[in-house]
């Protein structure tokens, strides 16, 4: 029987050379006289080991990285794929430390299986929500998601069983669920991980959310930067409507849901929930006011649940394993398990998933291993360009929704961007405003034009020219941005220009006296 | 990538027969003629509007609000270097400038030669191999100068 090689078919592993790392592999057993099968797996998220190339011994899997494809003639000589000792050995693959002291609950599967493997996917457990989801009535279903304390993952917390319940209870001739895919947040990459690694557990969370509310039709909105999950999603998608996952008649039992991918085009506001609707109904992206809600007047007009991936992932386990199962994790109101991304500066940077309530620290320490600079911490940045940076004094902030919101910052989406203390935070703070600037959707006044008046603040700052002047009218600024804003765009901008500002005060002032 | 050889109205067309009945179809039919003509030429917007039932306005607006949209020729490889904060924190900044000298162009150009354009991007999803180039389909992880010229040369 050949000797099966996993080695990530994952856009990280890949943008590290895995795909040459693959085709090497074949030559050296080819040149070895050994029969092999190359898997692509996804990836782990232990992206720091990328690639990493695993292999099959005696039923458990036993892994070596980071391999490049210079190492891969040294690695057969020293008896790959077999044990062998190797300097890029790291031994079982359940026993590496930074996988194994995670929780994983949405991304248990990935790695592990083959990605577009239905068989797979169901051998993992998969598709076991929606079976129940199908014996179950809307309401039951619903109530399950409600109990389980699920909030919604792309940031805004809102709770999941809520938002559904008020698409379930508005009457209409035709509802829909919506996939938000639009990950743009910079620090973040655990719905493209997801959307890789097992495309089927989102496509079967959203079914279960279609038989939930009574929506017959979706979409996934994917940004247009994530190639590789628009192909995994397309072909997961086909194979799904092949085992009447999807179409006309789910699992037999008389529900239609329909799934469709769309392609934004680079706009960062469509990750908003209202101006990804527009997007979907094939407009600008222009923010629209609420109410309505969109679970009342949507896509269309019609009742829509918006859900980020992760959201949609986790219902697939809240059903399969219960919601009592999925409460016991998490702190607080914060419930299940939160999806950290540690990314920047950082030595063992990665996709972290851990019940809410560790410390920011910890997580920084512990999983990361400290900067890859070598250099120490300076700040770190929490929930993407719109979130706070935070200083030293704040990284033992347990990362729960509440506790992030009390000292002014926020979890979003949980990305976790690390700089050494090199970082100047007065660039940071005016590159917040410059993305303000390229990616306000232009519709609030305070958000389209205030950004282009904070780059231009900052940049007099900078020279020096009256400085605390200067300060005092970015704080207006601020005030008026966070005030005058119809979304998180406008109104979180200054986040990150006010923590800068507040923690570094230093970097504010090195153009005095120049 | 682009192939400036076909008939932009029979593109067109074929978008229209595609995409007309589409719920919100403009998006995909933009992409869709943006992926065989390399880009929206401007006289293509009223035959678009037409078939899909919008004003011209509407059309050009959709095209002009969107990053990924262009209504001139474009390179026949598009580089997207990540200016987004995890980027930065691993010198993406002294990047952009290498890139930008590199190729003698700035973000939104595009060589004479018509090989390259150059376009920022706000994040990969590559975040903890910072920093992240895109050159076509395939993202790169780590790329300093160096190896950003062994890309371009390999390209």
Avoid at chain 1, 184 to 209: H, K, V, W, Y
Avoid at chain 1, 506 to 511: E, I, K, S, V, Y
Avoid at chain 2, 97 to 115: A, F, P
Wanted: with cysteine; proline share 5%.
């Amino acid at each position: 029987m050949a000797i099966r090689i996993f080695i990530p078919g994952d856009t990280t592993a890949c943008a590290l050379d895995a795909d040459a790392v693959a085709v090497e592999m074949l030559l050296q057993a080819r040149r070895a006289g050994l029969e092999v099968e190359v898997v692509r797996n996804g990836s782990r998220g232990a992206f720091w080991l990328e690639p990493m190339v695993e292999v099959e011994v005696d039923g458990e899997r036993i892994a070596f990285g980071p391999v490049t494809p210079h190492d891969v003639a040294g690695l057969f000589e020293a008896g790959f794929p077999g044990l062998c000792e190797h300097e890029l050995y790291l031994g079982k693959t359940a026993e590496i430390d930074w996988l194994k002291r995670q929780d994983r609950l949405t991304f248990n599967r990935a790695g592990v299986t083959e990605p577009l493997s239905l068989d797979d996917y169901k051998k993992s457990g998969g598709y076991a929500g929606l079976a129940k989801a199908v014996e179950m009535t809307p309401r039951d279903i619903v109530e399950a998601v409600t109990e389980s304390g699920l909030r919604g993952r792309g940031g805004a917390a809102f709770p999941t069983g809520i938002k559904w319940r008020t698409v379930l209870e508005t009457e209409a001739d035709q509802k829909y669920v919506t996939g938000n895919a639009d990950e743009g947040d910079s620090g973040t990459f655990a719905d493209r991980l997801l959307m890789e690694a097992d495309p089927f557990q989102l496509i079967e969370g959203m079914t279960i959310c279609a038989m939930a509310v009574g929506a017959t039709e979706g979409y996934i909105y994917l940004r247009s930067e994530y190639p590789r999950a628009l192909h995994a999603l397309n072909t997961a998608i086909a194979t799904a409507e092949d085992a009447n996952l999807l179409g006309d008649d789910i699992c037999g039992g008389g529900r239609a849901f329909n799934l469709e991918v769309r392609v934004g085009a680079g706009a960062y506001i469509c990750g908003e929930e209202t101006s990804m609707l527009e997007s979907l109904e094939g407009k600008r992206g222009l923010v629209r006011f609420k109410p309505p809600l969109p679970a009342i007047e949507g896509l269309f007009g019609k009742p829509t649940v918006v859900n980020n991936v992760l959201t949609l992932a986790a219902v697939t386990t809240v059903l399969a394993k219960g919601a009592e199962h999925y409460r016991k994790y998490g702190s607080g109101r914060s419930r299940g398990t939160l999806t950290v991304q540690l990314s920047g500066n950082i030595r063992r940077g990665g996709l972290v998933e851990i019940p809410f309530g560790a410390k920011l620290r910890d997580l920084i320490e512990g999983f990361g291993g400290g900067t890859a600079s070598g250099r120490p911490v300076g700040a770190i940045q929490v929930g993407g360009p719109l979130g706070a940076y935070l200083p030293e004094s704040q990284w033992d902030t347990p990362l729960d929704y509440e506790a992030f919101a009390e000292v002014g910052a926020m979890l979003g989406h949980g990305g976790i961007v690390v700089f050494d203390d090199s970082v100047d935070m007065l660039e940071q703070a005016r590159f917040a405003m410059e993305f303000c600037a390229v990616e306000s959707c232009g519709k609030c006044t305070p958000c389209r034009i205030g950004s282009v008046r904070g780059v231009e603040i900052m940049d007099k700052i900078r020279d020096g020219e009256q400085i605390e002047a200067n300060l005092a009218l970015l704080e207006e600024l601020c005030e008026t941005l966070d005030a005058g804003s119809l979304c998180a765009m406008g109104g979180l901008t200054p986040m990150p220009v006010r923590s800068a500002v507040k923690h570094f005060p230093r970097d504010f002032q090195r153009g005095a006296g120049s | 990538m682009s192939a400036p050889s076909e008939n932009p109205a029979a593109v067109v067309t074929c978008a229209l027969q595609k995409f007309a009945d589409t719920p919100g179809g403009l998006l995909p039919l933009l992409h869709d003629v943006q992926a065989s003509l390399g880009h929206i030429p401007k006289d293509c917007v009223a035959a678009i509007a037409g078939g899909m039932g919008l004003s011209r306005a509407e059309v050009h607006g959709v095209i002009s609000f969107y990053h990924d949209f262009h209504d001139q020729p474009r390179g026949r490889t598009t580089i997207h270097v990540c200016r987004a904060e995890a980027c930065q924190a691993m010198g993406s900044r002294a990047l952009e400038q290498h890139v930008k000298t590199r190729l003698g162009i700035d973000y939104g150009d595009t060589t004479r030669d018509m090989r390259y354009s150059l376009e920022p991007v706000y994040c990969l999803g590559n975040c903890s191999c910072s920093p992240s180039v895109r050159i076509g389909d395939e993202v790169y992880a780590r790329v300093d100068a160096e190896r950003f010229d062994e890309l371009l040369a390999r390209s």
